[in-house]
């Protein structure tokens, strides 16, 4: 009779770890036992590999071993050893060292000691499990994943996600189609750049830091204000009209002066002056940004500049991949376009992803397109949306480094992004472009600084992953 599989596991905030090893090794019909903190019961951490688990045809232990200190492998041991005595002959346990804390494992052996068992851990880079067969007295053995079980909807359902909209981009397929010559043709990628760069700068001259009262009452009469801000604007004042000192409405014989209305309504409701303050100043800044849309000379840029790049990206990266057999080996798919959504409100876009790669042991890899500037928290708000997605995920920012036009105006931008994000920078090069360029530093003299070309760093950021054969 063959023997049964139990894979031990723990419950964190991080279960995704546990899901590699144990979806590599399992088979249908094998237990998954739980270990269970009162922190882990309380948040229902589990849930979402549980269900995981259970479609791929495992079967979750009805009852998880409960322990206060999961972190304290003598408390461990204890609650663990009489349940894995419980199973009887017949049956391996697997013990899956990723999720817990540094401690937990020591435990985990301890209780099942004398038992055949053996060790597990799903190594993230490079991305290969390590399987310790009876202890830790010898070696592990090491290999890559082979069963390509695990893909991007099973991680965000283990962290109480779904995916709501996609496109899964072919691997083993043709190229992706770019609507225009952008990212290959020097001349009109650079024609592209420069039109954005005059445009946006026209609009930036035009605003003016203080917008007069007639520019505003100009703006309002030709309907050319509108929006939020206005709506904004109006609710705040709504105190004024209804006190009946509003202009065009006929004041009441005993009516108060307007002056001491208003310090009547501030003393009553001290957020009311600073309301309508605020809701003012917000205004002039929409008048501000409504008069250079007006008077702007130059037509706006005939193509999204964002959609463009982000599909270069893309169409680049897939290209690459397909071409490195070596890289593709780790990966298990790439998505482009991903909106995902907390699984309790499932409508509702809870993050949004430019191009997500998938590693076979279930790291995710976020490439994020930003082909002109970002804001700090736009950044911070996508890496931790990520980090909730997957406990292994990293991210990238992926800007245009077109070192060809080094000396143009708009050229200053691109070096800008890059410093920013550093050592998390994929530089999006031109194919024959040179591979370093300068930069006027503060005193006057130049600092040069190196490009290698986006297939060359995509091709270095991804290697790390990839298993060393096993003669080396």
Same mark, same amino acid.
């Given at each position: 009779?063959?023997?049964?599989?139990?894979?031990?596991?723990?419950?964190?905030?991080?279960?995704?770890?546990?899901l590699p090893p144990v979806l590599e090794c399992a088979d249908a019909g094998d237990c998954v036992l739980w270990i269970e903190s009162g922190e882990a019961r309380q948040k229902n951490w589990s849930a979402g590999a549980?269900?995981?688990?259970?479609?791929?045809?495992?079967?979750?232990?009805?009852?998880?071993?409960?322990?206060? +200190?999961?972190? $304290?492998?003598?408390?461990?041991?204890?609650? @663990?050893?009489?349940?894995?005595?419980?199973?009887?002959?017949?049956?391996?346990?697997?013990?899956?060292?990723?999720?817990?804390?540094?401690?937990?494992?020591?435990?985990?052996?301890?209780?099942?000691?004398?038992?055949?068992?053996?060790?597990?851990?799903?190594?993230?880079?490079?991305?290969?499990?390590?399987?310790?067969?009876?202890?830790?007295?010898?070696?592990?053995?090491?290999?890559?994943?082979?069963?390509?079980?695990? $893909?991007?909807?099973?991680?965000?359902?283990?962290?109480?996600?779904?995916? @709501?909209?996609?496109?899964?981009?072919?691997?083993?397929?043709?190229?992706?189609?770019?609507?225009?010559?952008?990212?290959?043709?020097?001349?009109?990628?650079?024609?592209?750049?420069?039109?954005?760069?005059?445009?946006?700068?026209?609009?930036?001259?035009?605003?003016?830091?203080?917008?007069?009262?007639?520019?505003? *009452?100009?703006?309002?009469?030709?309907?050319?204000? /509108?929006?939020?801000?206005?709506?904004?604007?109006?609710?705040?004042?709504?105190?004024?009209?209804?006190?009946?000192?509003?202009?065009?409405?006929?004041?009441?014989?005993?009516?108060?002066?307007?002056?001491?209305?208003?310090?009547?309504?501030?003393?009553?409701?001290?957020?009311?002056?600073?309301?309508?303050?605020?809701?003012?100043?917000?205004?002039?800044?929409?008048?501000?940004?409504?008069?250079?849309?007006?008077?702007?000379?130059? +037509?706006?840029?005939?193509?999204?500049?964002?959609?463009?790049?982000?599909?270069?990206?893309?169409?680049?990266?897939?290209?690459? =991949?397909?071409?490195?057999? +070596?890289? /593709?080996?780790?990966?298990?798919?790439?998505? *482009?376009?991903?909106?995902?959504?907390?699984?309790?409100?499932?409508?509702?876009?809870?993050?949004?992803? $430019?191009?997500?790669?998938?590693?076979?042991?279930?790291?995710?890899?976020?490439?994020?397109?930003?082909?002109?500037?970002?804001?700090?928290? +736009?950044?911070?708000?996508?890496?931790?949306?990520?980090? /909730?997605?997957?406990?292994?995920?990293?991210?990238?920012?992926?800007?245009?480094?077109?070192?060809?036009?080094?000396?143009?105006?708009?050229?200053?931008?691109?070096?800008?992004?890059?410093?920013?994000?550093?050592?998390?920078?994929?530089?999006?090069?031109?194919?024959? *472009?040179?591979?370093?360029? /300068?930069?006027? $530093?503060?005193?006057?003299?130049?600092?040069?600084?190196?490009?290698?070309?986006?297939?060359?760093? =995509?091709?270095?950021?991804?290697?790390?992953?990839?298993?060393?054969?096993?003669?080396?």
């Amino acid at each position: 009779m063959p023997e049964k599989q139990v894979f031990i596991v723990v419950s964190t905030g991080q279960n995704v770890a546990n899901l590699p090893p144990v979806l590599e090794c399992a088979d249908a019909g094998d237990c998954v036992l739980w270990i269970e903190s009162g922190e882990a019961r309380q948040k229902n951490w589990s849930a979402g590999a549980r269900e995981v688990f259970a479609r791929q045809g495992l079967a979750n232990h009805p009852a998880a071993v409960e322990v206060a +200190d999961i972190n $304290d492998p003598v408390q461990v041991a204890e609650r @663990l050893r009489p349940v894995v005595a419980g199973f009887g002959e017949g049956h391996v346990f697997n013990l899956v060292a990723n999720g817990g804390p540094k401690l937990t494992p020591i435990g985990m052996l301890n209780a099942c000691r004398g038992l055949p068992s053996r060790l597990l851990y799903g190594n993230p880079q490079p991305a290969e499990l390590w399987i310790f067969d009876g202890g830790m007295e010898r070696a592990p053995e090491k290999r890559p994943y082979t069963r390509h079980r695990l $893909d991007l909807p099973d991680i965000l359902a283990a962290g109480g996600l779904v995916l @709501l909209e996609s496109a899964l981009l072919p691997l083993d397929g043709g190229p992706i189609a770019i609507p225009s010559g952008y990212g290959r043709d020097a001349e009109s990628t650079g024609r592209v750049h420069a039109q954005y760069h005059r445009y946006h700068q026209s609009a930036m001259d035009r605003q003016s830091p203080e917008t007069s009262f007639d520019d505003m *009452q100009a703006l309002l009469q030709k309907r050319q204000l /509108r929006g939020e801000a206005y709506e904004a604007w109006l609710k705040a004042l709504a105190p004024l009209f209804q006190s009946g000192f509003s202009q065009g409405v006929k004041q009441p014989a005993n009516a108060v002066p307007a002056g001491a209305d208003i310090a009547k309504a501030w003393q009553k409701k001290p957020g009311f002056m600073a309301a309508v303050y605020q809701a003012t100043c917000a205004l002039a800044k929409a008048a501000a940004r409504a008069k250079a849309r007006g008077g702007a000379s130059l +037509d706006a840029p005939e193509i999204h500049l964002g959609q463009v790049f982000e599909q270069a990206v893309a169409a680049r990266l897939l290209a690459h =991949l397909q071409a490195r057999p +070596d890289l /593709r080996s780790v990966i298990q798919s790439v998505w *482009q376009n991903v909106k995902i959504a907390q699984a309790a409100s499932p409508r509702t876009v809870a993050a949004e992803w $430019d191009i997500v790669i998938v590693l076979d042991s279930g790291i995710v890899l976020s490439v994020e397109c930003k082909s002109f500037s970002v804001e700090q928290k +736009d950044w911070d708000a996508r890496l931790l949306n990520l980090l /909730r997605a997957g406990s292994q995920a990293k991210m990238l920012i992926c800007g245009p480094l077109y070192t060809s036009f080094a000396e143009e105006p708009w050229f200053a931008a691109m070096h800008t992004l890059k410093e920013r994000a550093g050592k998390d920078f994929l530089p999006f090069t031109l194919a024959g *472009q040179p591979e370093a360029y /300068r930069v006027a $530093d503060a005193r006057g003299g130049n600092r040069h600084y190196a490009c290698p070309s986006f297939e060359s760093e =995509l091709a270095r950021w991804l290697a790390g992953y990839v298993p060393k054969p096993a003669d080396t």
